[in-house]
Nanobody, 114 residues
Framework: QVQLVESGGGLVQAGGSLRLSCAAS????????MAWYRQAPGKQRELVAS???????NYANSVKGRFTISRDNAKNMVYLQMNSLKPEDTAVYYC????????WGQGTRVTVSS
């Protein structure tokens, strides 16, 4: 079992920044790929960014150059630094990983005002 707890969401003006954190516990290892997804109202959940155990990163085209995913394996933490935020980034952001099962956190809401 893996538990994921997100934090760091909030309300920010367009152009601002937020840093999301995800604390992982349970049967989690540094080799696990970790990811951030988001779900905007009325839309499907989509991948925002992912990072492998060796630090390889992947980003959705819509956030490239603005968001940075990172991890601290010693602390079992994953971060998402979000800069130059846009109203279209408004969503609930979820931390994700998988072993033999897929695990999700409860989500943290990000609202970007114009």
């Amino acid at each position: 079992q893996v538990q994921l707890v997100e934090s760091g969401g909030g309300l920010v003006q367009a152009g601002g920044s937020l840093r999301l954190s995800c604390a992982a516990s349970g049967s989690i290892f540094s080799i696990n790929t970790m990811a951030w997804y988001r779900q905007a109202p009325g839309k499907q959940r989509e991948l925002v960014a992912s990072i492998t155990g060796t630090g390889y990163t992947n980003y959705a085209n819509s956030v490239k150059g603005r968001f940075t995913i990172s991890r601290d394996n010693a602390k079992n933490m994953v971060y998402l630094q979000m800069n130059s935020l846009k109203p279209e980034d408004t969503a609930v952001y979820y931390c994700n990983t998988f072993t033999t099962s897929v695990y999700w956190g409860q989500g943290t809401r990000v609202t970007v005002s114009s």
